[in-house]
């Protein structure tokens, strides 16, 4: 069945970006992970098809998901609740576009942010330690706490998030 529309429309909503710039929601790639906008920036796109391990290894990404719970329409902890958790800290910098009733897309859900791919992936990582460092201090065993603690204290967010992006070859055009 067709959808009705607006004499000259050509069916395509467009998605209002952070910055004020509009972006086709078909225009997305399944392979964009960043938008290169008329305001002159690069804004990190993600889609709820990218895997969490876009932002971590695979198998941190199965500990995650193992440990987190979900009480919604998804399977497993997820890409989704990775940006569900950045949009908390930083609502004003994402939007999100639902495109579940739009078959020719390839993806349900788009985030795009002001931040670039890169920056974004620091402040997944960070936010996704912050939670890692609450639920540890509710640990009974102090020896537990004092050892991820020392750990935390080790790692720099920076530094795992370029290792991570070598090793993936995330910056790479292919």
Not at 82 to 106: N, Q, Y
Not at 154 to 161: A, I, L, P
């Amino acid at each position: 069945m067709t959808t009705p529309r607006v004499p000259g429309d050509d069916g395509r909503e467009s998605l209002e970006l952070p910055c004020g710039e509009t972006l086709d929601h078909r225009a997305v790639d399944l392979g964009l992970r960043e938008h290169t906008c008329p305001c002159g920036e690069r804004h990190a796109v993600v889609l709820d098809v990218h895997p969490p391990s876009r932002f971590f290894p695979e198998p941190f990404v199965d500990v995650l998901r193992e440990t987190i719970g979900t009480d919604d329409d998804f399977e497993a902890f997820g890409t989704p609740h990775l940006l569900g958790i950045t949009m908390e800290e930083f609502p004003e910098s994402i939007v999100v576009h639902d495109a579940e009733e739009d078959g020719a897309v390839g993806y349900s859900l788009l985030w795009v942010s002001t931040f670039d791919a890169r920056r974004l992936h620091e402040i997944i990582v960070e936010l996704v330690v912050e939670l890692m460092d609450h639920a540890v201090s509710h640990a009974d065993d102090d020896s537990v706490i004092a050892e991820f603690e020392s750990q935390l204290a080790e790692f720099d967010v920076k530094t795992f998030v370029d290792a991570y992006r070598d090793e993936r070859n995330v910056d790479t055009p292919h």
